[in-house]
């Protein structure tokens, strides 16, 4: 899983880490130091006025100066140092970043997240100094690591959590996406991984348009005992979906698994269909169901749904294919939204938790 951008990136590191010319630069810099000030003394002037005083003055004076010498004043004082440091030079990261940016495209990372991920990496290297002994490959490494990782830092969507807080009413869970990505059988994974939480479900086949489709969800809710609320082909998905949530109020089921048809966001008459499907019955989740094998253009269909419907998160299918990981990285950046699952093989028991962390370890391991 993810071999070739690991591939990839060994390759990019080894040339950079060789490449990489380090110059060191001399700087002043500006520290803050503090000082103790002296303990204020008496003026001569007013060691006369206090001879005056009466001793309980003069006592009340003597105890405000010991009161002001426990504080410790202090001063803060500006002064040139000058340090040497040691960073990449900008001309060298020039060529680096290049290397960098053609490593990721080939991975499918799509162009503007390449961009963004690049220009990130460059802030992070110049505002890094090398340490004594670090070499240029271990800053490179670090530096790129950081940029995926904020990358991939956008929010967390933890499905179970959010179906047992919602209990007013059944927790409608849509799933979307292009012909083929997984969405089917990411419901029957979904069924299953929620029944063993002890969670109940039911299918609301929404896919009235592929023949077969309805079969095909069907045979899903039979081996998995599932109940299911189908119409013939051609009838309203939206009315599908709205029926199988009446149902799942009145049986006190927990989840509603919508399906719905394969469709391109070119198809105005579809992605008209998702969008009447959203409106009516207003879904707790949506999820986007890429195919990880489609590379760049999963991120690009994520973005389009997006768009049109607003996605809540994204599940990763066909990751078990040898699949280039760059969808990963460029899905959660252009829909702001996680991956919270990965599909991992043909059977309902495969699909794993989307670990961002995981995902940099694999990556950079
Ligand atoms: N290897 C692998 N195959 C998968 C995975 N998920 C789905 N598939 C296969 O991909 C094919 C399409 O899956 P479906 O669930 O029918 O896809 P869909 O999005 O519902 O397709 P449409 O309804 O036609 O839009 C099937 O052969 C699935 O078995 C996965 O994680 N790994
Ligand atoms: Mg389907």
């Given at each position: 899983m993810f071999?070739?951008l690991k591939?990839?990136l060994k390759?990019f ?9 380090t110059?060191?630069v ?5 520290v803050?130091?503090?000082?103790d000030l002296?303990?204020p ?9 206090a001879?005056?005083?009466?001793k309980k003055?003069?006592?009340e004076?003597?105890?405000k100066?010991?009161?002001?010498k426990?504080?410790?004043p202090?001063?803060?004082r500006?002064?040139?140092k000058k340090?040497?440091r040691?960073?990449?030079s900008?001309k060298?990261l020039?060529s680096?970043l ?5 490593a990721?495209?080939?991975n499918?990372?799509?162009?503007e ?6 220009a990130?990496?460059r802030?992070?290297?110049?505002e890094?100094d090398l340490?004594?002994g670090?070499?240029?490959?271990n800053?490179?490494?670090s530096?790129?690591?950081a940029?995926?990782e904020?990358?991939?830092d956008?929010?967390d969507?933890?499905?179970?959590e959010k179906?047992?807080?919602n209990?007013?009413r059944?927790t409608?869970?849509?799933f979307v996406?292009f012909?083929?990505s997984?969405?089917?059988m ?10 063993s939480?002890?969670?109940t ?10 023949a077969?489709?309805?079969e095909?969800?069907d045979i ?5 005992k599932v ?5 013939q ?5 939206a009315?599908?979906?709205y029926?199988a949530v ?8 927990d989840?509603?698994l919508g ?10 008459n579809?992605?008209d269909?998702?969008?009447k499907?959203v409106?009516v019955n207003?879904?707790d989740i949506?999820i986007?169901v890429?195919d990880?094998?489609?590379g760049?253009d ?8 997006n768009?049109?419907v607003g996605i809540?998160?994204?599940?990763l299918?066909?990751a078990?294919?040898?699949?280039k ?10 829909t702001g939204?996680?991956?919270?699952y990965?599909g991992?093989?043909?059977g309902y028991e495969?699909?794993?938790?989307f670990?961002?962390d995981?995902?940099v370890e694999k990556?950079?391991e």
């Open positions: 071999g070739n591939k990839k390759g590191f080894d040339k950079a880490g060789k490449e990489a010319e110059e060191e001399e700087e002043e810099v500006l803050e130091t503090e000082e002296e303990a003394k008496l003026s001569a002037k007013k060691k006369t006025k001879k005056k005083e009466t003055e003069k006592l004076e003597e105890k100066i010991e009161d002001t426990a504080e410790k202090k001063r803060k500006s002064i040139l340090i040497t040691r960073h990449i900008e060298s020039d680096i290049w290397e960098l940016e053609l990721l495209l080939e499918d990372v799509a162009k997240v390449t961009e963004s991920i690049t990130d990496t802030e992070i290297l110049l890094t340490k004594r670090d070499t240029a490959e800053a490179i490494t530096s790129l690591k940029a995926i904020n990358t991939l956008v929010g969507l933890n499905i179970i179906i047992k807080e209990e007013e059944p409608l869970i849509l996406g012909n083929g997984g969405k089917t990411t419901i029957g994974k979904f069924a299953q991984m929620l029944q939480q002890g969670i479900v039911v299918m609301a086949a929404g896919d009235t348009f592929r077969a489709a309805i095909q969800l899903h809710a039979k081996v998995l109940p299911i609320i189908k119409q082909r051609g009838s309203d998905a009315a599908v979906i029926d009446e149902h799942a109020k009145a049986k006190g089921i989840v509603v399906d719905t048809a394969g469709r391109s966001h070119a198809d105005s579809l992605m269909e998702l969008k499907i409106r207003n879904p949506t986007f890429g990880s094998l489609t760049n999963a991120s690009e269909q994520a973005k389009s749904f768009d049109a809540d998160a994204s599940v299918t066909k078990d294919c040898d699949v990981g760059g969808a990963c990285i460029s899905i959660s950046h252009m939204k996680p991956i919270i990965l991992t093989g043909q495969d699909i794993e938790e670990n961002p995981w995902f990556v950079f």
